[in-house]
């Protein structure tokens, strides 16, 4: 099966609190890429990030940081200091053919 | 930047009735998706279209559903009868290419149609 698990339904933390989503995915490919998406209370699905399977760096873009280990399927994104602008709904997703495959998603709320 | 739009934002509609959800891909691109997420729910893939075409599409994409790029720059989405289970955000997408043998591409979303079915 190609999916992706998102444990974490819910996560709430204070400002400035580091804070980690967890990402698992199956997937028979060798070769393929796995996306971490926001959705804001707007709604709309911003791209935060695109991984391919061959690069195991971890990333790092301001406070956002992803850790991508290939051993365990996992590709988890830590928000460092967070604020209560990164309240939202939180997706990842694989790469299966020409589709995304999305997790469950995690709702995370920070709190002043 | 360039952006993927939808209109309109809300619609709704009496369950039997007819719906198309509109969108404008970005110029560029070649490959264009449909994906719906039900309240509270996850995001699901519906379809994909490549020249003119359907490439891929999803169990919940049936004979209720068409797309169409009726010129050079829509893409729509048609239910043909709606029923209230179809009540979703329904959120188009594009790429510059489809990817597939071990590539993607980025998929760029716009901000969606929220569809109420009563």
């Known amino acids: 099966a190609q999916k992706v698990t998102q444990a974490q339904t819910e996560i709430s933390v204070v400002e400035k609190e580091d804070v980690t989503l967890d990402c698992v995915y199956e997937t028979r490919d060798t070769t393929y890429y796995l996306f971490w998406y926001k959705q804001p209370p707007s709604g709309e699905l911003v791209f935060l990030i695109r991984?391919?399977?061959?690069?195991?760096q971890n990333e790092i873009s301001g406070r956002y940081s992803w850790n991508f280990q290939k051993s365990t399927s996992s590709f988890n994104f830590t928000i460092t200091a967070s604020q209560v602008v990164d309240s939202a709904v939180y997706f990842c997703?694989?790469?299966?053919?020409?589709?995304?495959?999305f997790g469950q998603g995690t709702r995370l709320t920070i709190n002043p | 930047e360039p952006e993927v739009t939808q209109t309109p934002s809300h619609q709704v509609t009496q369950m039997g009735q007819e719906v198309i959800l509109r969108c404008v891909p970005i110029?560029?691109?070649?490959?264009f998706y449909w994906y719906r997420q039900i309240l509270g729910q996850k995001v699901e893939f519906l379809v994909s279209f490549y020249n003119n075409e359907i490439s891929e599409k999803s169990e919940i994409f049936d004979d209720q559903f068409s797309v169409e790029r009726p010129d050079g720059s829509n893409f729509t989405l048609k239910i043909r009868s709606t029923k209230l289970e179809d009540s979703a955000m329904y959120f188009c997408?594009?790429?510059?290419?489809?990817?597939?043998?071990?590539?993607?591409?980025?998929?760029?979303f716009g901000p969606g149609t929220r569809l109420t079915v009563t």
């Open positions: 110029s560029n691109h070649l490959y």
């Open positions: 997408a594009s790429s510059e290419e489809a990817g597939g043998w071990g590539f993607s591409y980025e998929q760029y």
């Open positions: 991984r391919n399977s061959f690069d195991e």
């Open positions: 997703a694989l790469n299966v053919d020409q589709k995304l495959v």
